[in-house]
T-cell receptor, first 112, second 113 residues
Framework: DVKVTQSSRYLVKRTGEKVFLECVQD?????MFWYRQDPGLGLRLIYF???????EKGDIPEGYSVSREKKERFSLILESASTNQTSMYLC???????????FGPGTRLTVT | GNSVTQMEGPVTLSEEAFLTINCTYT??????LFWYVQYPGEGLQLLLK?????DKGSNKGFEATYRKETTSFHLEKGSVQVSDSAVYFC????????????FGKGTMLLVSP
């Protein structure tokens, strides 16, 4: 069965902290994605990766970076957390040529 | 660019009522279309999909037909249950580049007994 896991369900950080959100998939998928979900805005793509060490910016990359050192793991990094980054963060993966994405349970991040 | 427009919620229904959630899209080429569902406290799950015009996707009693002439992919269910209460997202992929998904803003469905 397909499984995407995220390191934390809930996280509280202070403004200015460096924050790491981890995502692991056990399906040997090439593609991995990070989204943020906000009420009234739906899901917005932050970054995605189509291979180890490869990354592409999504629609809202500002204030974020990513790392993919191993195929199964994709990390989202907030270099200096700000209150406007308080959100639900969702990780997903997929395998070409299939387009459908498989999602993790999400991390609800609060920055105070 | 690509975009997906969904009807705003919440949609409130009584159990066994008929459900329609409207979804229209703008895309280049011939996109694939999806409905995802998010139950409270969980991530998104793929509900159904359609990859070409006139295809009908179906799952768990839900259906949606890919209508190219009206650029629509409306979600329907004949008789909703309380357990269908969730947020529903319409999404598309235009198949170019890395096949990223463009999502609508989501529609919350609340079903009461």
């Amino acid at each position: 069965d397909v499984k995407v896991t995220q390191s934390s369900r809930y996280l509280v950080k202070r403004t200015g902290e460096k924050v790491f959100l981890e995502c692991v998939q056990d399906m040997d998928h090439e593609n991995m994605f990070w989204y943020r979900q906000d009420p009234g805005l739906g899901l917005r793509l932050i970054y995605f990766s189509y291979d180890v060490k490869m990354k592409e910016k999504g629609d809202i990359p500002e204030g974020y970076s990513v790392s993919r050192e191993k195929k199964e793991r994709f990390s989202l990094i907030l270099e200096s957390a700000s209150t406007n980054q308080t959100s639900m963060y969702l990780c997903a993966s997929s395998v070409p040529p299939h387009i459908e994405q498989y999602f993790g349970p999400g991390t609800r991040l609060t920055v105070t | 660019g690509n975009s997906v427009t969904q009807m705003e919620g919440p949609v409130t229904l009584s159990e066994e009522a008929f459900l329609t959630i409207n979804c229209t899209y703008t895309a280049t080429g011939y996109p694939s279309l999806f409905w995802y569902v998010q139950y409270p406290g969980e991530g998104l799950q793929l509900l159904l999909k359609a990859t070409k015009a006139d295809d009908k996707g179906s799952n768990k009693g839900f259906e949606a037909t890919y209508r190219k002439e009206t650029t629509s992919f409306h979600l329907e269910k004949g008789s909703v249950q309380v357990s269908d209460s969730a947020v529903y997202f319409c999404a598309l992929s235009d198949g170019s580049g890395y096949s990223t998904l463009t999502f609508g803003k989501g529609t919350m469905l609340l079903v009461s007994p």
